[in-house]
């Protein structure tokens, strides 16, 4: 389902565009390598993207390109369970330090602030940061930043979809 090789060639740019305005582009990444586009294409159909967006935007968008997606709960994990033909668009907290009651952060304005978008495959996992790893390094990856997984849309095609 996913190309584990593509990575879309504008990724860069539109990092540094979208996160010079306070904005993030890691969920458009990720739909970006699931469905093998670049931001500028995917952004020509995405007309209103709001230079950030959480699960149910991403979830929308999936839905209406003919994917079944999923809602499951990562339980602050290190790693998920794939359904067999599925892909994982997984929700990253990255862990504060002022104590606070929302994973580390005062508010949860702020801890909302602290998020990440990676995509989970059988085998490996994409951050539009650094690329593709291999799945083995996800433990790492994770526990190195101070994040964990809290949920993730696991997505299928749909049987009939003309994608």
Same mark, same amino acid.
């Given at each position: ?5 593509? =990575?879309?060639?504008?990724?860069? +740019? ?5 996160? +010079? ?48 997606? &999923? +809602?499951?709960?990562?339980? &602050? ?14 929700? =990253? !907290? ?14 949860? !304005? ?44 696991? =997505?299928?095609? &749909? !049987?009939?979809?003309?994608?």
């Amino acid at each position: 389902m996913v190309d584990v090789i593509y =990575i879309p060639a504008d990724t860069n +740019q539109f990092r540094d565009v979208y996160e +010079q305005q306070g904005g993030g582009v890691c969920g458009i990444s990720c739909l970006c390598v699931i469905l093998h586009k670049t931001h500028e294409d995917l952004l020509k159909e995405w007309k209103d993207y709001p230079g950030y967006c959480n699960v149910k935007p991403l979830r929308a968008f999936l839905e209406s390109k003919g994917y079944s997606v &999923k +809602q499951r709960n990562g339980k &602050k994990g290190y790693n998920i369970n794939l359904f067999p033909n599925s892909v994982a668009l997984a929700r =990253i !907290q990255w862990k504060g330090e002022d104590g606070g009651d929302f994973h580390g952060y005062k508010s949860f !304005q702020e801890a909302t602030m602290h998020t990440h978008f990676i995509v989970i495959t059988e085998r490996f996992f994409y951050c539009n940061a650094i690329g593709w790893l291999n799945r083995a390094k996800l433990y790492d990856y994770l526990k190195e930043g101070n994040g964990y997984i809290t949920s993730y849309l696991e =997505i299928t095609r &749909k !049987q009939h979809a003309k994608l």
